[in-house]
């Protein structure tokens, strides 16, 4: 297959991490004869300093000439706690998902059995987890009006939906949930804003479409505290754009690493896979960050060209990095950590030849210390 990829690698970790989602593609695209083509473009940060704009018109033009986006994180400190700062570099992500409808943003969550013990959860309880977060990507009060009174002393954001743009990503959830355990969530605050009430009479209404899924609704403070407790409980989980955020990254503790969690947005002109997490500052250009989310992430965008075979390479590979501790230190308990960079080749070797790599895994060269 063709496949046109804009890889928009952004700040911090960022660009570390879509390195090895891109190496990894690569190999998938040696081992089983297909034409790859990888255009970066700029974006967050990174982008206002070379353009002026966090989302420079080129940038853009890529991604609408492309056939997905392979995006790593955005953000920096130089920008973050000042206030008079016009423009910083999350805009450039929140206005390409803007432009290209991004509605729809999918986060799986799975454990992987060799990392229970990382999560700080006892294992008796979140043993098997696996649901499936989707989160509103274009409405809500990321995308209402915005003020800040000409004293500086009051500021407002505004949260609005349509039925249109709940119904999208609600017909999505459902379907998945329909080829899932067949149970939706919807997680939304309906005892106090009316945004939500109106997210539970769409859902209630077109619930009537799927009646082999089981709905259920919980007010978001409490489901914050049943992601914890009862993560099984959940299957597939629908929310408005703020909720799915906070939501995503707390049940990221589950898996032991937010290092670990993708995701794929949809849209009406694009498609776009990410990590979940941000640009990590903190961890720039020491080539420690964990790699997975995005390379697991480049292994969604294979799924969404039905490229099934191909994915299942990549999770494989994923899952002998963890079972060889071929790992960055987050999730790493031995005394030896894998860099970034180390885990992208392992995964990429592994997909090319796993029996040489294999043959020869006593021989990568690992770190010593296990801080982070
Ligand atoms: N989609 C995105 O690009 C995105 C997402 C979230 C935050 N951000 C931005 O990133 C910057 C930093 O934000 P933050 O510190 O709140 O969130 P962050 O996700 O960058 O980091 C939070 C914590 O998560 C862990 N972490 C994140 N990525 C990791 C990785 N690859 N491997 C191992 N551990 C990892 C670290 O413990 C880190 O301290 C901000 O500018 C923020 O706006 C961007
Ligand atoms: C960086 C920020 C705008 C973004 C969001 O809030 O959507 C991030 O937290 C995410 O989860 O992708
Ligand atoms: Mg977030």
Same mark, same amino acid.
């Given at each position: 297959?063709?496949?046109?990829?804009?890889?928009?690698?952004? +700040?911090?970790?960022?660009?570390?991490?879509?390195?090895?989602?891109?190496?990894?593609?690569?190999?998938?695209?040696?081992? @089983?004869? &297909?034409?790859?083509?990888?255009?970066?473009?700029?974006?967050?940060?990174?982008?206002?300093?070379?353009?002026?704009?966090?989302?420079?018109?080129?940038?853009?033009?890529?991604?609408?000439?492309?056939?997905?986006?392979?995006?790593?994180?955005?953000?920096?400190?130089?920008?973050?706690?000042?206030? +008079? #700062?016009?423009?910083?570099?999350?805009?450039?992500?929140?206005?390409?998902?803007?432009?290209?409808?991004?509605?729809?943003?999918?986060?799986?969550?799975?454990?992987?059995?060799?990392?229970?013990?990382?999560?700080?959860?006892?294992?008796?309880?979140?043993?098997?987890?696996?649901?499936? /977060?989707?989160?509103?990507?274009?409405?809500?009060?990321?995308?209402?009006?915005?003020?800040?009174?000409?004293?500086?002393?009051?500021?407002?954001?505004?949260?609005?939906?349509?039925?249109?743009? /709940?119904?999208?990503?609600?017909?999505?959830?459902?379907?998945?949930?329909?080829?899932?355990?067949?149970?939706?969530?919807?997680?939304?605050? #309906?005892?106090?804003?009316?945004?939500?009430?109106?997210?539970?009479?769409?859902?209630?209404?077109?619930?009537?479409? @799927?009646?082999?899924?089981?709905?259920?609704?919980?007010?978001?403070?409490? #489901?914050?505290?049943?992601?914890?407790?009862?993560?099984?409980?959940?299957?597939?989980?629908?929310?408005?754009?703020?909720?799915?955020?906070?939501?995503?990254?707390?049940?990221?503790?589950?898996?032991?690493?937010?290092?670990?969690?993708?995701?794929?947005?949809?849209?009406?002109?694009?498609?776009?896979?990410?990590?979940?997490?941000?640009?990590?500052?903190?961890?720039?250009?020491?080539?420690? #960050?964990?790699?997975?989310?995005?390379?697991?992430?480049?292994?969604?965008?294979?799924?969404?060209?039905?490229? @099934?075979?191909?994915?299942?390479?990549?999770?494989?590979?994923?899952?002998?990095?963890?079972?060889?501790?071929?790992?960055?230190?987050?999730?790493?308990?031995?005394?030896?950590?894998? &860099?970034?960079?180390?885990?992208?080749?392992?995964?990429?070797?592994?997909?090319?030849?796993?029996?040489?790599?294999?043959?020869?895994?006593?021989?990568?060269?690992?770190?010593?210390?296990?801080?982070?």
């Amino acid at each position: 297959m063709k496949l046109k990829i804009a890889v928009l690698a952004g +700040d911090g970790v960022g660009p570390e991490v879509c390195e090895q989602g891109v190496k990894v593609l690569k190999a998938i695209e040696k081992k @089983y004869n &297909h034409e790859f083509t990888f255009t970066h473009g700029l974006v967050g940060g990174s982008a206002l300093s070379a353009k002026g704009v966090p989302l420079p018109d080129e940038t853009l033009e890529l991604c609408l000439n492309s056939d997905a986006i392979l995006f790593g994180a955005i953000g920096d400190p130089k920008y973050e706690n000042s206030p +008079d #700062a016009k423009i910083r570099p999350e805009e450039g992500l929140l206005k390409l998902r803007k432009e290209l409808g991004l509605y729809a943003n999918i986060r799986p969550l799975k454990v992987f059995e060799p990392l229970i013990h990382k999560s700080p959860i006892k294992e008796k309880v979140i043993k098997n987890t696996d649901f499936i /977060i989707f989160r509103e990507l274009t409405g809500g009060i990321y995308y209402g009006e915005k003020s800040t009174s000409a004293d500086g002393k009051s500021a407002s954001d505004t949260c609005n939906y349509t039925e249109h743009e /709940i119904d999208r990503v609600a017909h999505m959830a459902f379907k998945s949930a329909k080829s899932r355990r067949k149970k939706l969530t919807l997680i939304d605050k #309906a005892n106090v804003l009316e945004t939500s009430r109106l997210w539970r009479k769409r859902v209630k209404e077109l619930a009537k479409q @799927y009646p082999e899924v089981v709905v259920d609704y919980l007010y978001v403070d409490n #489901a914050a505290m049943k992601i914890i407790v009862n993560p099984r409980k959940f299957d597939v989980i629908l929310t408005e754009n703020l909720f799915g955020d906070i939501l995503s990254d707390e049940a990221s503790v589950i898996s032991g690493s937010i290092g670990l969690l993708a995701s794929t947005s949809i849209g009406e002109k694009s498609v776009l896979f990410e990590p979940i997490h941000g640009s990590f500052p903190r961890m720039k250009g020491k080539n420690l #960050a964990n790699p997975l989310a995005t390379i697991l992430s480049a292994a969604m965008l294979l799924e969404h060209f039905k490229l @099934y075979e191909e994915a299942d390479a990549i999770k494989n590979a994923v899952e002998k990095s963890i079972e060889h501790h071929i790992t960055t230190p987050d999730i790493n308990s031995t005394k030896k950590f894998a &860099h970034t960079s180390t885990v992208g080749e392992f995964i990429s070797e592994y997909i090319i030849d796993k029996k040489n790599i294999l043959y020869h895994v006593e021989n990568i060269s690992l770190g010593q210390s296990t801080i982070i």
